[in-house]
């Protein structure tokens, strides 16, 4: 899947978030480092329900 696609659906989401790392392979695994710390900050704050992952 492009990640035109991924980001338009985004854009389109009530509340979408796209994030994009260039250097990351189908799932980011190869950035975990990375990924993983931006992810449970956005899951925390989804289901805080401040939606800014803070």
């Known amino acids: 899947m492009p990640w035109q696609q991924t ?3 985004a854009h389109e989401t009530p ?3 796209f994030v994009c790392h260039p250097d ?3 799932g980011v695994s ?3 480092s990375i990924a993983r710390p931006s992810i449970a ?3 925390r704050g ?3 329900g401040s939606g800014d992952g803070n």
């Open 46 to 48: 989804q289901l805080s």
């Open 30 to 32: 190869n950035l975990r």
């Open 24 to 26: 990351g392979n189908h």
């Open 15 to 17: 509340k979408g978030t």
């Open 7 to 9: 980001q338009r659906q």
């Open 41 to 43: 900050d956005w899951t």
